[in-house]
Each structure stands twice: as structure tokens, then as C-alpha cells.
């Protein structure tokens, strides 16, 4: 998947648990908000640190790459330190390569600790007060962005073995992140994105105008309802292979262009 479905989907699915919130508190939460959207953001990217065909975000967000590279070694280099292939007998041997250690749950609990304790030095130099709670959030901003990154890899062709490097449990989908055949383009992603924004949007207007009245305990369990009826739809569709899903490049042109043309 692009660089920038990573982290649309992935905020996508962050955001409709952070409305409410952000509707109800005061400024005290920026810190908190801030970090766990940054952290997700720099998360949904880490995993590709071992890909060698890089987004265009690369060049948008270099420094998450800078700091990326580095760690993508550290890790492999962490691996072989603790010799792990005799002792746990791994069937892969973990090399730099493309969706090895780093598309991983071992490879992104890894990286996620390096990358707080970066954050903790710099939360501590920058606001020491609120060191501890920053630096949580950032954890779990890292993992959950991280995590989302295998889920959506999980749909495309390539896939994701999550067992990595202990075994094989692979999952993998029918989205082709490039063009299959001439002229067509899988529309899934993109419709995997509007369906997950639309939460936030109904949200964000259902606060704005005081629509939703219900406790907060009943908002978050419809939201959560919410996003995971969409992932479900997204892991069960990204496993069919409908002709639907490929249309022309030329189409798809013809559509955003009336789209723009609307909202003029
Ligand atoms: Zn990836």
C-alpha cells in the first residue's frame, strides 16, 4: 500500500476515538492529543523503513525515514546480537530485506521501544513535567500505528507473515498497491479511506451541533462498533476479486474532475 493510504487509513481509524474527547476537554489535552497523532502518523510509516521503492512521502517526511533507517538496522543488528536463530530455531533468517523484521509484530514491538525512548529524551528536555504520560502515549501511538500498517499490508497481494521470523501465518489480500493491468487502478484503498472518515465526519458535525446527546461510554462503544464493522469489511473484501474494483485510470480522472468541479 502508498505511504499516504498508510497514514490516511490509519488516522482514519484513530480519529472517531479522539472527537468526543477533544469536544469535551479543555486545552490541557493538546500534549496528549499531539503526540498520539504524531506517533501513529510516524508509525503507520515505520514498518516500510525496510522498503526499498519509496513513497513520495519520503521526500514529505524525510526525517521519519532519517530516523527509520537507522533503526531498521538496529534492529536486524539486535537480532543477530541475542542469536536468536539457535536458540529459537527461526525457519527465515532475518536479513534487511522488504516486509522481513520490520512488517513483524516483533519487528514493530522493537521499534516502538527504540522510538519512545528517542521521544523520552525529548519530551524530557522539551516539557519534563509531563514526561511519563507523553511518552506512554507515544508508545501506543507507535504500536497501534505500526499494527494498523500490518493490517492494511495484510490486504494487498504481498501480504504479511505474521509469525515473522518464528514461523508462517501468512495473511494476504488482492489489492495490487500498483497498477495490474493497463490503464486500471484497484479503487479499494480509497474507498477503505472515505468509509473510515466518514465516522470522524458524522462525528465532528453530530458534536459541532450538538446533536449527540447520549453518555460517553454509549458513544464509545458505538465508535468502536463502528470502526470495527468497517475493518471487517475491509479484511472481508480485500479478499475478493470482483472486476468492479479495477477501473479505468482515465475514469477515475473523469470522476475527481466532477467532484472538484462541484465543490466550486
Ligand atoms: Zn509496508
Do not use: E, F, G
Given at each position: 500500500m502508498l505511504g499516504k493510504q498508510h497514514v490516511s487509513i490509519t488516522l482514519a481509524t484513530i480519529f472517531p476515538f479522539l472527537i468526543p474527547a477533544l469536544f469535551y476537554t479543555n486545552g490541557d489535552y493538546l500534549i496528549i492529543f499531539g503526540s498520539i497523532i504524531a506517533a501513529s502518523v510516524v508509525g503507520s510509516l515505520?514498518?516500510?523503513?525496510?522498503?526499498?521503492?519509496?513513497?513520495k512521502l519520503y521526500y514529505d517526511f524525510k526525517f521519519v525515514y532519517d530516523i527509520m533507517l537507522p533503526l531498521q538496522k538496529s534492529v536486524v543488528w539486535i537480532f543477530d546480537r541475542l542469536n536468536l536463530k539457535h536458540k529459537l530455531n527461526l525457519e527465515y533468517e532475518v536479513k534487511h530485506e522488504h516486509r522481513g523484521i520490520m512488517h513483524a509484530p516483533i519487528g514493530i514491538l522493537i521499534s516502538s521501544i527504540v522510538l519512545t525512548f528517542i521521544a523520552f529524551l525529548v519530551t524530557l528536555i522539551l516539557f519534563a513535567e509531563s514526561v511519563l504520560i507523553v511518552s506512554l502515549v507515544v508508545f501506543i501511538g507507535l504500536l497501534v500505528g505500526q499494527f494498523l500498517h500490518l493490517m492494511e499490508d495484510s490486504c494487498t497481494v504481498a501480504g504479511i507473515n505474521w509469525n515473522f521470523p518464528f514461523g508462517t501465518k501468512e495473511l494476504k489480500g488482492r489489492i495490487y498497491t500498483f497498477e495490474k493491468f493497463e490503464g486500471k487502478k484497484d479503487i479499494r484503498p480509497v474507498i477503505y479511506e472515505y468509509s473510515l472518515w466518514s465516522i470522524s465526519i458524522v462525528l465532528f458535525f453530530g458534536y459541532a451541533f450538538d446533536k449527540i446527546i447520549l453518555p460517553i461510554f454509549i458513544v464509545n462503544s458505538l465508535i468502536l462498533l463502528g470502526v470495527v464493522l468497517v475493518w471487517l469489511f475491509i479484511i472481508f473484501t480485500a479478499r475478493t476479486n470482483y472486476d468492479f474494483w479495477y477501473q479505468d485510470i482515465e475514469k477515475i480522472k473523469k470522476v475527481k474532475k466532477a467532484a472538484r468541479n462541484i465543490g466550486k
Open positions: 515505520t514498518p516500510d523503513a525496510d522498503c526499498s521503492a519509496k513513497s
